[in-house]
């Protein structure tokens, strides 16, 4: 008891006050709008499919885009919950990401053996592959650093979790821009390059959390 | 209960604003509770080295704190997260220590070549019933769990205790005369 009562007699003389973490609201419109201006700036680069307005008159990939939307918003919103060790008594929302990238990669599942639509656009055979999944990568980059970076001011109890959100958002917001710019409907493609390894990404992201978000 | 509880609110939250002599309080109070809490999942000898862990991780996360929700949760999930850390850390441990068996050599033949010990054990057993012999057996000697030894004989696991403690008894007994 004696070492007990030192120890909270020296923790309670620490003479720096916290500057207490900001509200999750705030951090997630802070963040959303970093990635949204990173996706725009991403998505300019890389332009958008010519095919753009008849693609959104498929109702499936109005879904798939949707799907992508929720997956970016949620990820950050669970990134940010994360932050604080009781996820701000809300620990369900946790599961969400998951969740809306197993209804992705249902969708996606489903696609593959419904009889194709007209609309959808068919790569050549030959065409590009890995490329795909390393644009996704290495746009990641930068956003999955930003959010890494302010999931370390918080004080996360679930690490692996939390790397696997900061890294789910910023594939997410990849596999969007990519999704947009691209003129490839085939689903064993988007499966293969761009589904397939974001989540390889997310489960390198939960690895790296372990340890980057040790307090 | 809940004043208590609402006490270490106002205590914390004054402490998060500066006043020292109300988070030390603040600590003090919540000292026993993490104890409690610790002393259930965890070790005896490792409860006063976690419950101090917790304290520093509560100081280390106090920022994550804004006085406008229960603090409990909050206290728990950290409790809880120190806890696991323990937990894990200790059984990478235990994973990663090993016994050279070279190092046993002189032991080794020691021990199977020595029969005093399993005598002096007969003689100790002598005249305890049979079956409470094999019950301090296969507990004491093999190393069994009373829950084990109740499913080997087809007994209760309470039942096997109650064995066990009349069998240390009539030992003991025995050793006092």
């Known amino acids: 008891m004696k070492d007990t009562q030192t120890l909270i007699n020296y923790l309670s003389g620490d003479a720096v006050l916290p500057k207490a973490l900001r509200s999750p609201q705030y951090w997630v419109i802070r963040l959303l709008a970093v990635l949204v201006a990173y996706g725009v700036a991403a998505q300019l680069y890389l332009g958008l499919r010519p095919d753009l307005d008849v693609q959104l008159t498929r109702p499936l990939f109005v879904v798939e885009i949707g799907l992508l939307v929720a997956l970016l918003l949620t990820s950050v919103l669970a990134s940010v919950l994360a932050m604080y060790p009781d996820a701000y008594q809300k620990p369900k929302l ?19 053996f419904i009889p194709l639509d007209g609309r959808m656009v068919m790569p050549l055979p030959g065409g590009h592959a890995i490329e795909c999944a390393l644009c996704i990568g290495a746009g990641a980059l930068i956003p999955s650093a930003l959010i890494f970076a302010l999931l370390r ?31 490839n409907d085939s689903m064993m493609h988007l499966a293969s390059w761009h589904y397939l390894p974001t989540l390889l990404f997310t489960i390198l992201g939960a690895y790296i959390g372990q340890y980057l978000l040790k307090w | 209960m809940l004043d208590k509880y609402n006490e270490s609110t106002a205590l914390f939250r004054s402490g998060l604003e500066g006043n020292r ?9 919540i000292t026993p509770l993490l104890k409690r809490v610790v002393g259930r999942r965890l070790a005896a000898c490792d409860v006063e080295d976690v419950t101090q862990e917790i304290l520093i991780s509560i100081h280390k996360a106090r920022h994550t704190y804004d006085g406008l929700r229960p603090l409990m ?3 728990t999930s950290i409790a809880k997260f120190r806890m696991s850390d323990h937990l894990r850390k200790y059984y990478a441990q235990m994973q990663h220590q090993t016994v050279d068996i070279h190092e046993l050599e002189e032991i080794l033949p020691h021990v ?11 003689e100790l057993l002598d005249g305890v019933p049979e079956n409470h012999k094999r019950i301090l ?10 829950k084990e030894v109740g499913v080997q004989m087809k007994m209760k696991e309470s039942a096997v205790k109650v064995a066990a403690h009349r069998a240390m008894k009539k030992i003991r007994e025995k050793f006092e005369k």
């Open chain 2, 137 to 146: 057996t296969l507990m004491h000697v093999q190393g069994y769990t009373a």
């Open chain 2, 73 to 75: 949760p909050w206290l």
């Open chain 2, 21 to 29: 002599e109300d988070y030390a309080r603040f600590l003090t109070a």
């Open chain 1, 153 to 183: 001011k918080g004080a996360s109890v679930h690490p692996l979790a939390a790397g696997s959100f900061a890294v789910l958002a910023a594939t997410s917001l990849g596999c969007l821009t990519l999704r947009l710019a691209e003129t």
């Open chain 2, 112 to 122: 199977t070549q020595d029969g005093d010990s399993d005598e002096y054990i007969e």
């Open chain 1, 94 to 112: 946790l599961r969400l990401p998951y969740v809306v990238f197993l209804v992705l990669m249902i969708l996606v599942t489903f696609q593959i």
